[in-house]
């Protein structure tokens, strides 16, 4: 194996781009558990996402309207779970499941005509001057939008969730969906639009994996990143600055095994490509065995049904 | 102060039916601006649904209100607050991960920025006694100290009318002295307070007027300084009350003996048992008193086998079971019937045959080799069912579907009939209307006459000083003395309790 192939400059952009489809995906599931909702279909709605995404933009030939697409598409899936658990009062953890399930299928249906099919070329945000710093300038400063994109929704999302009425509701929601309702706040209509956040979000992150990332169209291509995400927003203990870290820490891990695939490590291939789940399961093992922590963190309304009695 | 005042609010004839049930049938009252005006009743007299209907939770199907002469019809509690009414919830309606200016601010319309409302938190605090730090959070604080919050969330509003939802029911004596002083202040500014109770006493000595509702009826209005509590209660059940009577009986041996006994909580917001030490005779009632929160649960749980302790921290006839299970414990004729009903005492979607056999399989033979023996196990439930007033259609109903008091009435009667030796409640008589107290009371009583151990676990102080022989009181996690309850005075019982929990700190230049 040879080291020296291994460019840090590039593996750190690289972790940037591998990161972001996780990082949209988990920031907006946190968004749903804040809320006290436990959407399993991140999975389903990435990649109805990838394929609503990449199908727009090759009908639109604009990648932005791609996106846009990825995101409405992302969000009417996600109003299917919504609308099942939040007005039918149907169990969370099923549903989710199923949305997954049904996002793959559907996806594969629409996708049919796509495959081997290149989108729309996107292009990176060159700033000027600053893109030709040295170091800095290709880490920081010549990515595309969506990358910025994705920064600037964690922030948001930090700042919403810390300084804001809004955040405060959606978090007081998430904590006591009956103390809420007691104080008037429409607990279902709330979570139903936190629910379609983190369906939009999701639609997001498939859709820079077949727009940006790959960029093509193949059948069952986000391979498990909703589920990272949702490991991910579980690992960030409920915060969106951890989530950041998260996410760049499991998109790490799955840049750094392609980078020593290519520069021919001298273990299985498959081991590498198992690494970045493997470092998934001992994070949730780890972080459920500490005790002291695990009653704090949790929204503590999260999965539970809510029907107003009156 | 009533005859000048003009009207506040003014209900007519409002009523609401649910399915099955009238729970107002054309109430009416007025309230007075500055009157504190008590709404008494037994569970499911329908007062709870009556302040919902005030504060636009619920909507009636008939009638009107007026505030201050104006129509008055809130569509939600947010309108409510909007016209100037309040309320304080009596199951709090706070968020135990966020702090208490967060808490105020989500009852709130336009809540200012953080650090201009913990300013105002503090003002208000100080202004009307009630010492609260905005920045702690609402899940490390006491019972008393949740109270203040909401009702400083409801200050902050200034509100014409406040409607307290047994608001007592969690404090000590010295913390009710501090919650009357300030809604006299209020009521003395011009609000007008709804306040909602059991207690007679203390609806005399703070309410100007009082309604009395049965059955989702106006029945009487009176006004209560004027009146006995027995009177009132009688107006509210409609029958004489029949108190428990006390035989005289000859305490036998130690039965229970519990030494050193120390447990850590395994809940984050629980309180770890410290070196508790007491014993209990033969026919001997001993009554644990305390706010809630300070380590009645875990106490519980530790006598019961939920938590097991070291072998010799707890002595049952001289034997050491304090290692031992639930179950084992259950066939040593030591149960338990805990207080959160729905969940804990009870599986709230089995049916009450299913939990007749949960606690009783191994007191009564249920089970024989591994297989259930249904027959019995329905004749056990319909026993506790009969014995004990349950009302409900029948056995094969789920917990969920009874009422809280009747729910109660089963779980108690279910170990009762168990002929325990050893018998550990917590608030056996929570939210029970004041006859089922009584015979519950009763039953446990009946108990001790036959040479039980009883150990009663209550916030509600006149049930323990009814009951017990002798009277202990619980403060985080540590046990008093326990003293023979005859005799005890209300100052010397809140000094066991720890006095005015957490008024000496205040932290109000946190």
Redesign the interface.
């Known amino acids: 194996m040879d080291l020296s192939q291994i460019d840090p400059i590039l593996l750190i952009t690289s972790i940037m781009v591998v990161s972001t489809p996780l990082l949209f995906a988990a920031i907006g599931e946190m968004v749903v558990e804040k809320a006290g909702v436990l959407n399993l279909g991140v999975e389903g709605m990435m990649i109805v996402g990838a394929i609503a995404g990449f199908a727009i933009a090759v009908e639109s030939g604009s990648v932005i309207i791609g996106f846009v697409g990825a995101a409405v598409g992302g969000a009417i899936l996600s109003l299917v779970f919504g609308i099942l658990t939040q007005v039918f009062l149907a169990n969370q953890v099923p549903a989710g499941l199923a949305l997954t399930l049904f996002g793959l299928g559907l996806s594969a249906l629409i996708g049919q005509p796509y495959a081997g099919i290149r989108p729309p070329q996107s292009t990176t945000l060159d700033v000027p001057l600053l893109s030709d710093l040295p170091v800095l300038g290709p880490i920081l400063f010549q990515h595309d939008a969506m990358v910025y994109l994705s920064l600037f929704l964690v922030t948001a999302t930090w700042w919403v969730l810390k300084h804001t ?1 809004t955040g ?2 959606i ?2 929601v998430g ?2 969906h ?3 309702h ?4 429409k607990v279902v209509k709330i979570r139903l639009l936190a629910i379609m956040f983190g369906g939009a979000c999701a639609g997001l992150g498939g859709a820079y994996l077949s727009l940006i990332r790959v960029p093509q169209w193949t059948e069952g291509m986000t391979a498990g990143a909703g589920w990272i995400a949702l490991a991910i927003v579980v690992f960030a203990s409920w915060r969106p600055e951890r989530v950041l870290l998260g996410a760049y820490l499991f998109g790490g891990i799955g840049a750094l095994q392609l980078r020593l695939q290519a520069a021919g490590a001298n273990i299985p291939v498959e081991y590498l490509s198992m690494s970045p789940y493997i470092v998934t399961i001992v994070v949730l093992v780890l972080i459920s065995a500490r005790k ?1 922590n695990a ?2 963190a949790a ?2 309304s999260l999965g539970k049904m809510f029907h107003a009695t ?1 | 102060m009533s005859d000048t005042a003009p009207n506040l609010l003014t209900v007519n004839a409002l009523t609401k039916a649910y399915p099955g049930v009238v729970a107002n049938s054309e109430v009416s009252f007025t309230i007075a601006e500055g009157e504190v005006h008590a709404l008494l009743g037994e569970n499911g007299a329908g007062k709870s649904t009556l302040v919902k209907m005030i504060y636009g939770l619920v909507r009636p199907d008939s009638g009107s209100m007026t505030l201050r002469g104006q129509p008055y019809e809130p569509s939600e509690p947010r309108a409510a607050r909007a016209s100037g009414v309040a309320m304080v919830f009596q199951h709090f309606s706070l968020f135990d991960a966020l702090n208490v200016a967060e808490n105020i601010a989500l009852g709130m319309e336009n809540p200012p920025p953080q650090r201009q409302l913990a300013g105002r938190i503090r003002e208000v605090s100080e202004t009307y006694g009630l010492p609260l730090d905005p920045e702690s959070m609402v899940g490390n604080l006491s019972a008393g100290e949740r109270q203040r919050v909401e009702i400083i969330r409801c200050l902050l509003q200034d509100p014409k009318l406040l409607i307290m939802d047994e608001p007592t029911s969690v404090l000590t004596p010295q913390e009710v002295d501090i919650l009357f002083e300030t809604l006299k202040k209020l009521s003395a500014e011009g609000t007008a307070i709804l306040y909602i109770s059991h207690k007679l006493e203390e609806i005399r000595t703070l309410c100007d007027s009082a309604t009395i509702l049965r059955l989702g009826k106006v029945v009487n209005t009176c006004n209560p300084r004027e009146q006995t509590a027995r009177d009132m209660a009688e107006m509210m059940v409609g029958e004489t009350l029949h108190v428990p009577t006390r035989e005289a009986r000859d305490l036998g041996e130690v039965i229970v003996k519990v030494s050193n006994l120390s447990v850590s909580s395994e809940n984050a917001f629980g309180t770890s048992l410290k070196d508790i030490n007491f014993e209990v005779r033969a026919g001997e009632v001993l009554g644990i008193g305390g706010v809630a929160g300070n380590g009645q649960d875990e106490l519980l749980s530790a006598l019961s086998g939920e938590t097991r302790a070291k072998a010799g921290a707890v002595h049952v006839k001289g034997k050491p079971v304090g290692d031992l299970g639930p179950n084992e414990r259950r066939s040593l004729a030591i149960l338990a019937a805990p207080e959160e009903r729905l969940g804990h005492a009870a599986a709230p979607d089995m049916s009450l045959i299913e939990n007749a056999l949960l606690t009783g399989a191994i007191r009564e033979n249920l089970t024989h080799r591994g297989f259930l023996k249904w027959d019995a196990v329905k004749a056990f439930a319909d026993r506790v069912i009969e014995s004990f007033d349950v009302r409900t259609p029948g056995a094969r109903n789920a917990a969920r579907s009874l009422s809280g008091g009747n729910l109660q009435k089963f779980v108690v009667g279910r170990e009762v009939l168990q002929r325990p030796d050893v018998l550990v409640v917590n608030q056996p008589t929570w939210g029970v209307d004041a006859s089922a107290a009584a015979a519950i009371r009763q039953s446990l009583l009946d108990l001790t006459s036959k040479g039980a151990a009883v150990i009663v676990i209550s916030q509600d102080l006149d049930e323990l000083m009814e009951i017990s022989d002798r009277f202990a009181a619980l403060n985080e996690g540590r046990l008093s003395d326990p003293r023979p309850a005859q005799g005890l005075t209300v100052d010397e019982i809140g000094l066991m309790m720890g006095g005015a929990h957490g008024m000496e700190v205040a932290h109000v230049d946190a």
């Open positions: 009425k405060l509701i978090k007081a904590e006591n009956e103390a809420a007691a104080l008037g706040y002291s009653g704090t929204p503590a009156n």
